[in-house]
């Protein structure tokens, strides 16, 4: 990239709008694209700033999203935060935002349903691999040590 459009707050602005048409993105997420990309950090700065000014990074709003869909998913609240931090997201927001869309209250309830789908799918295998992959399979999704044991054994009988 020359020093023209590297420096060129139109041009950083131009493509961050393009790394939005492809999905939503964090304001941080789009600072190290845009950095990766070679454009100067003044640049990148202002062409960052025009696009909060109109609504088109909120990180409020991109944090509640991606909460509701992974929540939708069957990840818990931890394992949402998580992701959202490592997406750039600030940590007291993630954790908002992951607990709004899974409360503490459902967590153990959720954590059965997911547990009673995935169940179907491990038809056929020993009670004791069941246990494994099951409890393996929730604690990949954030679900706490204590709850993942309490549904896997109330949900797979030993002979």
Do not use: K, N, W
């Amino acid at each position: 990239m020359d020093g023209d459009t590297a420096a060129s707050g139109d041009a950083a602005h131009a493509a961050a709008l393009r790394l939005l048409t492809v999905r939503a993105r964090s304001q941080a997420e789009l600072e190290e694209r845009l950095g990766r990309r070679g454009f100067e950090a003044g640049a990148v700065a202002l062409a960052l700033e025009r696009l909060v000014a109109v609504g088109l990074i909120d990180d409020d709003a991109f944090a509640a999203a991606v909460a509701e869909s992974r929540a939708a998913r069957g990840m818990d609240a931890a394992a949402v935060a998580l992701e959202l931090r490592e997406r750039g997201v600030d940590a007291a927001l993630a954790a908002r935002a992951a607990a709004a869309a899974m409360p503490a209250e459902d967590r153990a309830e959720r954590c059965r349903q997911v547990a009673e789908a995935r169940l179907a799918q491990l038809d056929g295998l020993s009670p004791q691999t069941q246990f494994r992959r099951l409890s393996a399979y929730l604690a990949r999704r954030g679900y706490a040590a204590e709850v993942v044991h309490s549904v896997v054994s109330d949900l797979i009988e030993f002979d």
